[in-house]
DNA sequence: GTCTATAGTAAGATAGAC
DNA sequence: GTCTATCTTACTATAGAC
């Protein structure tokens, strides 16, 4: 690589970078490309010689964390056998979502508003909710299969289960709102998928 | 009241309207000005003699649905003591809730875009969400305080419900993406919150 | 109160020098 | 590749006639 596409190469990171920052900062949708450009020292112009607009470098730092993502869990063997009715597995579900949520705020903040930005007639926070949940919807579904009796419609479960998992970590990881640890918040959502408000039934644990 | 202040509140319903239409078809965000008046059938300027802004629209709409959910729960007794680990009551709170959110579509999914566009440094999001499970979050302090175990901090868990409940009701109501009848929906939903996914414990339903 | 016409503003995008 | 300067567009908001 010469010199000149060094060069090149290092303003495309600055302006990701800068944009990453921004999102956090102003919001995906307050954040102008001039908030860009000058947050990373450059001029204007130079924005349009990487990207064709803003919804485009949404995309490449999607592609990032989405590789991010894979790169983490590839060698893990993750069968569709999965039980999620044990809790440890169940766990292990809820607390990787919840980091990669918290590792890739900027993004995740910024995805959340570019598909509320599309308005409610184009579909698309349906489309992401079952397309992100699908891994949970083919968990459900084996364990359907299995002859455990689901609550209800795999999809619908799943997706409830993203939808509270998503909104939840938007208000919370935004915000620090709450002075609860990761972990607690993890075991508390575990908990509660597991066994919802009424608790592990005949066998409740009488701590109070 | 005079025939000229008749018109313009004429006008006036007739602006809200037009933008209740135009907030579902093209999203609050996306809505310009002139798209409410010129469906409303007005000029441009006509908007300004009765908002000052498209918030402020928003915001004379959303009272409308407060005052509107007030009046539905009015004279039903709602007393903290409320037990969400009765199936019935549980059943009664997250079908009241899918209802409100199914009758008053654009003005919820309006409410929805608009916070997500504050962005994510304003909290906006964490203060809708606990505000809004307020309610919930009562009944589960009471249950608590009655000797009950929770699967964690009620204010988690009641945003965890209500984040929930939101984002699929966003979701689904607004696309119509599922063939699954409401009372199929807010059953499914019963089941989960009381008891997630491992079900009843001792006494589960062996049907499959 | 409502209209038409227009001023004002903000941001996206590009042209051309270096 | 990067810069400065500018063009263009789209929308908000107001002014003034009726």
Known sequence: ?????????GTREALKAAARA???ERGYLNTKITDITSAAG?????????????????????AEMHSQARERLAGQAHPREHDLTDRAQLREH???????????????????????????????????????TAVIRAHLDWLRESGHQLPGDPTLIAAAIGGMLSMLGYAVLSSGATDL???E??????????????????????RS
Request: charged share 20%; aromatic share 8%; hydrophobic share 45%.
């Open 181 to 183: 640890s990761d972990d």
């Open 185 to 206: 918040i993890v075991d508390s959502l575990t908990a509660f998928v597991l066994h919802g408000l009424a608790g592990p039934g005949a066998t409740a644990d009488p």
């Open 22 to 24: 921004q999102f956090v």
């Open 42 to 62: 450059r001029a204007t112009g130079v924005f349009y010689d990487h990207f064709t607009d803003k919804e485009q470098l949404l995309n490449e730092l999607l």
């Open 1 to 9: 690589m010469g010199v000149r596409k060094m060069r090149a190469a």
């Open 94 to 132: 809820l607390g990787a979502t919840w980091h990669v949520m918290r590792d890739n705020l900027p993004v995740m903040t910024a995805l959340f508003e570019s598909t509320m930005s599309a308005g409610p007639s184009s579909d698309r926070a349906w489309r992401s909710l079952t397309g992100d």
